[in-house]
């Protein structure tokens, strides 16, 4: 028997058999459009969280003033980096009020640390900035301009970074140039508390200014002359960071006169164990989903196998008739497994669709969502071809496997006990 005959006589089992295997049909699509959903939602996620993390630089270590007793010494703390990733997950700063603050003594310290590269102290103060008419309170950052194009993880679009000629002279942020202000053009003057500055290079997105940290103390009463908000360090090899970041709570608690862990009044951020412990839950989460999604494809599973038990009883004389013919065993077997892949195919072309139009708007709902934090992750999805093939795959092959037992058994009915069958 031709291959092709036996792709029609399966279609005719499936077309004459509507209703129970339509809702065989609907078990598989509701599994594959679970599957298809948490995949790529898990999956955007993921992409969103590496992104948000590849921004801070996994080799860069910052430390702030002020312990994070919600997150300790690799939390999601102040200023800089910490403060971007402590928005992007929602949680909020415990750091007492009172705090020593970074000084020069403690970069020293951090400096003569095997495995650091770079060390960079920083000072930030909030500004008028005014262009054009137009003025808008912006965060300053000052920097030390011999180290900051070595240490950054910002990406210039336009201009030039900092260099040890500059004075009154800024760099900022594409999305405070070409949005706040309607168009910062490189070289322009703007105004920051009453001081004139040359706008030398602008950032690939943000809303960031930066200065010399020289001005910046000039500029702002409220920065002290010999301390620092944060300290940025960069780190040779990323894969010691956690024993890097060791070392350094330990220096720096013996300078800072610190003998108990719970007396730290400065805290460490460490984007590539944040990257580690954020996925180990993402993938935690995903795994748990996925099998919530899988009972429903084992749901449909059983339903297929319950189908071609009884597609094999409705037609036990058309099988002996077949047989009487000169089919063969394995002719029948090819029949009901084809029956049962179709079954499997149909549910997974429908679960596609529905899974993709699923995670569509789980995304949108998760984007204008004023929850913040861990909602906002879910705000990206990630549908690729590999997904939609393999869940298409998975689908007939779930069918077929859930068919075999059923056209095993037809394909072993006697012709005689077959054309008896009432």
Known sequence: MRLKKSFQLAWNILVHSKLRSWLTIIGIIIGIAAVVSIVSISVGA????????????????????????????????????????????????????EVQNLTARDINIIKNIANVNYVMGAVSSEGDMTYSGKTASVRITGIDVLVWKEITTEVLESGRFLTSGDSYS???????????????????????????????????????????????????????????????????????????????????????????????????????????????????????????????????????????FTSVLEKTR??????????????????FLLNSGMIGLVGGIGGVILGVIGSGLISSMASTSSGGGMVNMFSNTAVTPALLIGALLFSIIVGMIAGIIPAYRASKLKPVDALRYE
């Open 170 to 308: 800024i760099v900022i942020g594409s999305n405070l140039a070409s949005s706040t202000f309607d168009d910062i053009p490189i070289n322009s003057k703007v105004i920051i508390d009453g001081k004139s500055f040359n706008v030398v290079g602008i950032l690939d997105g943000g809303n960031s200014v930066y200065m010399p940290i020289e001005t910046a103390r000039d500029v702002f009463e409220d920065i002290g002359e010999k301390e620092f908000d944060s300290i940025s360090i960069q780190i040779e090899d990323v894969s010691i960071s956690n024993e890097t970041v060791t070392t350094i709570t330990s220096k720096l608690m013996m300078s800072r006169g610190i003998l108990q862990e719970d007396e730290i009044d400065f805290t460490i951020t460490n984007p590539s164990a944040m990257q580690e412990t954020m996925q180990e839950t993402m993938d935690t989460m995903s795994i748990f989903l996925g099998a919530i999604a899988a009972i429903s494809l084992i749901v449909g599973a059983i339903g297929i196998a319950n189908t071609m």
């Open 318 to 335: 058309e099988i002996g008739i077949m047989k009487a013919i000169g089919a063969r065993n394995k002719n029948i077997l090819v029949i």
């Open 46 to 97: 993921k992409q969103q969280l590496e992104d948000q993390l590849g921004n801070l630089g996994a080799n860069i270590l910052t430390v702030t003033s002020g312990f994070s007793r919600a997150t300790g010494n690799m939390g999601f703390d102040g200023g800089g980096r910490g403060g971007a990733m402590a928005e992007f997950f929602g949680v909020e700063d415990s750091s007492d009020e």
